[in-house]
């Protein structure tokens, strides 16, 4: 348990760091930023409890808000897509996820890159509009959900192909 | 009383999750509004420290680009300064006029953003060097901001690329005075809105702020008109200005205090 406590503190301000000091300043073409810190949110044991993993994400978007100005939008995007995850779960592992044995060094890859798929998109078109806040520039929402959730999915993809343990 | 709370242990998810979410609206929506951001904004001990450390790593990759604009600026001061010690001679000046309108602090920005549709700078001086509200931001090239919040050491600026910046511009031939906006697209354009019709506007004139308010002097550089058109009630002009600041790349910037703002604000309110 504690092993698993100093993972999860370490991830959590490992992400941040990254998220801010570097992905942040990425800027390609002018807009699109890739938003990793979801990994941790994504990667969070299934077993655990749900008040923590929302209470968790909610202190990881405002850490993220905190550092880019941006009010509450990081913070309400992480807590959406951790209260709708047991959902997205249920939805891109089924029966694995039904039997509470998802362990995600093990699960095949296609059902891994789903999840992420539903988990991007979702945080990044809830992100989007809170940080436009205006239905006529749906077009820009839709645009800029597009091609950050691309590179968002890309990037998360090979960080944890890179940081995975091969499972024995 | 027992259903209450049996209601509430079971949708312990959901009410935490709404009551969270609500929160971050309510963040959300108050950076919308001008100076409302209460506590959750970069220019607070955490975030600044860690900013502040990450520039001085930054700051030395464009050494040399930075070290140019300035001794440009320097040049440019220094024929100033010689044309004014000519004209000194001449000019009788009382010593009860030296009083200075305008205050200059220097900053680095140590955090920059551009590519959001609000905005917003961390700058290295807070309220210790008594950097406060409503001061504005310019750098050697033009206009970059307005001071939002202070803490101790930092400062947050809303930059001219933010939604909600309103900034009183005109145009340098004629005086014809507009309302300086972003659109929330290029960070090379910002947009001037409510030129009357009448004006003589042409591609290439300069824009620069009007000094119509207390934070800005008249003449700070803007840009240069890029196009322009009616607006849709055919009363006004709305110019796409092209900024003279590549807002992408600024660090070394002058902070503006109005020695006579709160002279100034104190006779407005009373009316």
Same mark, same amino acid.
């Given at each position: 348990?504690?092993?698993?406590?100093?993972?999860?503190?370490?991830?959590?301000?490992?992400?941040?760091?990254?998220?801010?000091?570097?992905?942040?300043?990425?800027?390609?073409?002018?807009?699109?930023?890739?938003?990793?810190?979801?990994?941790?949110?994504?990667?969070?044991?299934?077993?655990?409890?749900?008040?923590?993993?929302?209470?968790?994400?909610?202190?990881?978007?405002?850490?993220?808000?905190?550092?880019?100005?941006?009010?509450?939008?990081?913070?309400?995007?992480?807590?959406? &897509?951790?209260?709708?995850?047991?959902?997205? #779960?249920? /939805? +891109?592992?089924? $029966?694995?996820?039904?039997?509470?044995? %998802?362990?995600?060094?093990?699960?095949?890859?296609?059902?891994?890159?789903?999840?992420?798929?539903?988990?991007?998109?979702?945080?990044?078109?809830?992100?989007?509009?809170?940080?436009?806040?205006?239905?006529?520039? &749906?077009?820009?929402?839709?645009?800029?959900? #597009?091609? /950050? +959730?691309?590179? $968002?999915?890309?990037?998360?993809?090979? %960080?944890?192909?890179?940081?995975?343990?091969?499972?024995? | 009383?027992?259903?209450?709370?049996?209601?509430?242990?079971?949708?312990?998810?959901?009410?935490?999750?709404?009551?969270?979410?609500?929160?971050?609206?309510?963040?959300?929506?108050?950076?919308?509004?001008?100076?409302?951001?209460?506590?959750?904004?970069?220019?607070?001990?955490?975030?600044?420290?860690?900013?502040?450390?990450?520039?001085?790593?930054?700051?030395?990759?464009?050494?040399?680009?930075?070290?140019?604009?300035?001794?440009?600026?320097?040049?440019?001061?220094?024929?100033?300064?010689?044309?004014?010690?000519?004209?000194?001679?001449?000019?009788?000046?009382?010593?009860?006029?030296?009083?200075?309108?305008?205050?200059?602090?220097?900053?680095?920005?140590?955090?920059?953003?551009?590519?959001?549709?609000?905005?917003?700078?961390?700058?290295?001086?807070?309220?210790?060097?008594?950097?406060?509200?409503?001061?504005?931001?310019?750098?050697?090239?033009?206009?970059?901001?307005?001071?939002?919040?202070?803490?101790?050491?930092?400062?947050?600026?809303?930059?001219?690329?933010?939604?909600?910046?309103?900034?009183?511009?005109?145009?340098?031939?004629?005086?014809?005075?507009?309302?300086?906006?972003?659109?929330?697209?290029?960070?090379?354009?910002?947009?001037?809105?409510?030129?009357?019709?009448?004006?003589?506007?042409?591609?290439?004139?300069?824009?620069?702020?009007?000094?119509?308010?207390?934070?800005?002097?008249?003449?700070?550089?803007?840009?240069?008109?890029?196009?322009?058109?009616?607006?849709?009630?055919?009363?006004?002009?709305?110019?796409?200005?092209?900024?003279?600041?590549?807002?992408?790349?600024?660090?070394?910037?002058?902070?503006?205090?109005?020695?006579?703002?709160?002279?100034?604000?104190?006779?407005?309110?009373?009316?």
């Amino acid at each position: 348990m504690n092993s698993i406590f100093s993972i999860h503190t370490v991830r959590f301000i490992a992400l941040v760091f990254v998220q801010v000091l570097i992905l942040n300043h990425i800027n390609f073409l002018g807009y699109i930023n890739p938003y990793i810190y979801i990994l941790f949110i994504a990667l969070f044991p299934v077993k655990n409890n749900r008040i923590i993993l929302i209470l968790l994400s909610f202190l990881l978007g405002i850490t993220i808000d905190m550092f880019l100005d941006t009010g509450g939008i990081h913070a309400g995007a992480s807590v959406l &897509i951790a209260y709708a995850r047991p959902v997205i #779960l249920k /939805s +891109s592992f089924g $029966t694995v996820y039904e039997h509470q044995s %998802v362990k995600f060094n093990t699960v095949d890859f296609g059902s891994k890159l789903t999840y992420f798929t539903f988990l991007t998109v979702l945080h990044h078109f809830v992100l989007f509009t809170l940080e436009i806040f205006s239905i006529s520039k &749906i077009i820009l929402i839709f645009q800029k959900t #597009l091609f /950050s +959730s691309i590179f $968002t999915i890309l990037l998360s993809v090979v %960080v944890t192909i890179i940081f995975s343990r091969k499972p024995k | 009383m027992q259903q209450i709370i049996n209601f509430i242990i079971r949708n312990k998810n959901f009410l935490l999750f709404l009551l969270l979410f609500g929160l971050s609206l309510l963040f959300t929506i108050q950076t919308h509004s001008y100076h409302k951001s209460k506590f959750i904004n970069s220019a607070n001990f955490l975030t600044g420290g860690v900013y502040n450390s990450l520039n001085n790593i930054n700051s030395y990759f464009d050494l040399r680009s930075q070290n140019e604009l300035l001794s440009e600026e320097n040049k440019r001061l220094r024929v100033l300064l010689r044309n004014s010690e000519i004209h000194a001679d001449s000019v009788f000046t009382d010593s009860v006029m030296f009083k200075q309108l305008y205050r200059f602090y220097t900053a680095n920005i140590i955090k920059n953003s551009y590519s959001f549709s609000n905005n917003i700078l961390t700058i290295n001086k807070g309220r210790n060097d008594s950097v406060q509200q409503d001061f504005g931001v310019i750098s050697s090239k033009g206009i970059i901001g307005i001071v939002d919040k202070t803490s101790a050491n930092y400062a947050a600026v809303i930059s001219i690329l933010n939604t909600t910046s309103r900034i009183s511009a005109q145009l340098k031939k004629s005086n014809h005075f507009g309302t300086l906006t972003w659109d929330g697209k290029s960070p090379e354009y910002n947009q001037l809105i409510d030129i009357p019709k009448i004006a003589p506007v042409s591609k290439g004139d300069t824009i620069v702020t009007s000094g119509r308010s207390s934070i800005f002097p008249k003449g700070v550089p803007v840009g240069i008109v890029e196009d322009f058109k009616l607006d849709l009630a055919e009363n006004y002009y709305e110019i796409n200005v092209k900024l003279f600041n590549d807002m992408t790349s600024v660090e070394h910037v002058y902070i503006i205090e109005n020695a006579d703002k709160e002279e100034i604000e104190n006779l407005l309110s009373n009316n």
